[in-house]
């Protein structure tokens, strides 16, 4: 099994900021709705998100690493 690479992790991450860099370019309006959204939820719903989301994103790394 091969570790992840820390260039790998950077990409990663550059990849997020490029994505939301974009979404908050394409759609200032939909973006401050999200977030007010965001403010208005519970925190153990975001927290299950952010869980779900971190073990989803997981699972695809270990996918595209096999």
């Given amino acids: 099994m091969r ?3 820390f ?3 950077l990409i990663g991450v550059g ?3 490029f994505l ?3 979404l908050f370019a394409a759609s ?3 973006m401050r709705r999200a977030m007010k959204s965001a403010l208005a939820t519970p ?3 975001l927290r ?3 869980i ?3 073990i989803g994103g997981l699972i695809l790394i270990w996918i595209v690493r096999r």
Wanted: aromatic share 12%; no cysteine.
């Fill in 3 to 5: 570790s992840i690479a």
């Fill in 7 to 9: 260039a790998d992790f």
């Fill in 15 to 17: 990849i997020l900021f």
């Fill in 20 to 22: 939301e860099g974009l």
């Fill in 28 to 30: 200032p309006a939909w």
């Fill in 43 to 45: 925190d153990n719903v």
């Fill in 48 to 50: 299950a998100v952010g």
């Fill in 52 to 54: 779900g989301s971190a």
